[in-house]
């Protein structure tokens, strides 16, 4: 990634423009430098001043203004990452049909770095052929017009439509940065199962046996297959401070056991969907439960606690395989640290063909590494040989690595 990228934001005038000013927000803390550049119907939304004291930089919509500059050329031949957030209907139509009747889509017409738009808008304007027909046209010339989130649009209305949330934008702006061919749509047409989190095992109504998982890779892994096309459902284990991803069926899970049941019935489908085509277990699932389940909170009585007693839980990701069905990708995760009898790589070596997967990823965990921070690193082992290292990046990077090989052994 450069060290401070330049980023156009766009703003199209939708009610939703005022979350663009969240989005900066994270943009400009992440250390991008970022000039705005409002519709004129947007700013009938926020004013210049909000995107201007949060950017740092002057806001025009118009390319009329500081003309000696030509900027309606150079801010997007100067830009790493064009992000238009919220992009209406007639956005999309104006960008589809290379129309540059303002500043916004002047840039759009003179950049040649990766373009993300994020869509919002009533569902019926979503759905319609002319928008369908615009949004294929621009994923059609390489640009990534993500999926809208689903749920309460302006006004009592509910469907597909809504503006991703801001944090998830944020993440996949990065992933551009990082890679800007990270997000192809091959993944159309396929449905995929994805864990994440971590499961917790009761020992009485208020306490648990749980882990450290925050669920943060899952949800990177979920939000990059849906914005690739495929079909996702997440299964959710103790996630409670992630936003849903954008286009993504979330389930939510418990316990190990819980969790296998819906990681199951996911992957198995129904007739009208059909099976899965891969599913990846990301999530941190308890290797053991208690024996005994208290149904009172275990009291403090002065003598010693009785030890606890633990049974194994069902281990998903052997049962998955066992039942793959042909052509099915399953992917596993593996924390490791090293010790005495062999380093993380020997580890995941292992683990891979114990478990019998098609695809492992192997985390180094440890000393502030994996979990609950936004980047990742490892190795990701194939059944077939095949090992890759996967440098540091975000968790969306590491996704969109993982999704490669999936794609790459769906053929
Ligand atoms: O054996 P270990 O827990 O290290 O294996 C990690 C991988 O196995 C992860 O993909 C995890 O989701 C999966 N797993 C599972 N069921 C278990 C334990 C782990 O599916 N009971």
Redesign the pocket.
């Known amino acids: 990634m450069p060290s401070s990228p330049s980023v156009l934001l766009g703003v199209a005038g939708g009610i939703a423009a005022y979350k663009s000013a969240e989005l900066l927000r994270r943009l400009t803390e992440t250390g991008h430098s970022v000039r705005v550049l409002p519709t004129a119907a947007a700013l009938e939304f926020v004013g210049a001043a909000t995107f201007e004291a949060l950017s740092g930089q002057p806001v025009h919509t118009g390319v009329f203004s500081d003309v000696p500059s030509v900027p309606h050329v150079r801010l997007g031949q100067q830009a790493d990452l064009v992000v238009v957030a919220p992009a209406t209907a007639d956005l999309l139509a104006r960008a589809a049909h290379g129309r540059a009747d303002d500043l916004l889509t002047a840039s759009l017409l003179t950049a040649r770095c990766p373009v993300l738009f994020a869509p919002a808008m009533h569902t019926e304007m979503w759905e319609h052929p002319a928008t369908r027909a615009n949004v294929a046209l621009l994923r059609s010339r390489g640009a990534v017009v993500m999926e809208p989130a689903s749920g309460r649009l302006t006004g009592r209305d509910t469907g597909p439509g809504r503006l991703p949330d801001p944090a998830e934008i944020a993440d996949l702006a990065r992933l551009l940065l990082e890679r800007a061919d990270a997000l192809p749509r091959d993944l159309a047409g396929r449905r995929v199962v994805v864990?994440a989190g971590g499961t917790r095992e009761a020992l009485d109504p208020v306490r648990f046996l749980g882990n450290r998982s925050s669920g943060r890779q899952g949800y990177a892994l979920a939000r990059v297959a849906a914005q690739r096309g495929a079909a996702v459902t997440l299964v959710s284990a103790h996630t409670a401070e992630l936003a849903d991803p954008a286009a993504v069926d979330v389930v939510r899970a418990g316990s190990?056991r819980e969790l296998?049941e819906a990681v199951l019935a996911a992957v198995r489908g129904d007739a009208a969907v059909g099976g899965a085509d891969a599913v990846v277990?990301?999530?941190?699932?308890?290797?053991f439960r208690p024996v005994d389940l208290a149904t009172h909170k275990i009291k403090k009585d002065g003598s010693e606690p009785e030890p606890l007693r633990l049974t194994t839980?069902?281990?998903?990701?052997?049962?998955?395989v066992r039942q793959r069905a042909p052509g099915q990708v399953v992917?596993?995760?593996?924390?490791?640290t090293g010790d005495g009898s062999g380093d993380v790589l020997h580890h995941g070596r292992a683990?891979l063909a114990r478990?019998g997967?098609d695809l492992?990823v192997v985390n180094a965990v440890g000393d502030g590494r994996a979990f609950e921070v936004p980047d990742n690193a490892g190795w990701l082992l194939g059944a077939d040989g095949s090992e890759r290292e996967l440098t540091s990046g975000s968790k969306a990077l590491l996704a969109s690595h993982v999704w490669d090989a999936v794609a790459a052994r769906f053929g």
């Open positions: 864990s190990a296998r277990m990301a999530a941190a699932v308890a290797d839980n069902p281990d998903i990701l052997v049962d998955l992917v596993g995760f593996a924390a490791e683990k478990k997967c492992l």
